[in-house]
């Protein structure tokens, strides 16, 4: 049997300011936990010297990234909810906005400075890539589907 689209998630209205709101917090939680992830491994590496090439640096901050952006949001969660529950909402959290905040963040750094580095002028514009880059896609979230991390 084929069924239909929601007409919700079909026509979502772009200017609630109490959604762009809400997924701006959303979006910014995401980001602090990712950009732990991200910059510790790549600062590691930079520090280090290890000579590993640009994308597996890059492909391991995207894991890392992840990994800290889940390890963040069970903590917060856990204050509202029992921590095995609040693991698996963090877990469910959309992987796609993750991995978009990730792919951009690092996009920008090797686009600015030729490989896996971090210096201080930089940073502002993989955080700003950062945020940007799921936002309309964890607003469009939570207005179609009324699903958010936190």
């Known amino acids: 049997m084929i069924t239909q689209p929601s007409t919700k998630s079909a026509h979502v209205n772009w200017l609630c300011m109490h959604t762009w709101r809400r997924s701006s917090y959303n979006t ?3 980001l602090i936990g990712c950009s732990i992830g991200d910059f510790g ?3 590691f590496f ?3 010297g290890i000579p590993w090439p640009t994308l597996a640096i890059m492909t391991l901050a995207i894991i890392n990234g992840i990994i800290t952006s889940i390890c963040l949001e069970t903590i917060i969660l856990s204050r509202q909810m029992e921590f095995r529950l609040a693991f698996k909402t963090a877990i469910g959290m959309s992987l796609l906005s993750m991995i978009a905040m990730e792919i951009a963040m690092n996009s920008v750094d090797v686009l ?6 971090l210096t201080w002028w930089v940073i502002p514009f ?9 936002l309309p896609y964890n607003y469009w979230r939570l207005k179609a589907l009324g699903k958010a991390c936190h």
């Not at 993989?126 to 799921?134: D, E, S, Y």
Request: glycine share 12%.
């Open 28 to 30: 910014m939680w995401c």
């Open 41 to 43: 491994t790549i600062a």
């Open 46 to 48: 930079q520090f280090t």
């Open 112 to 117: 600015m400075t030729g490989g896996a580095k």
């Open 126 to 134: 993989m955080l700003v890539a950062g945020f940007i880059a799921p």
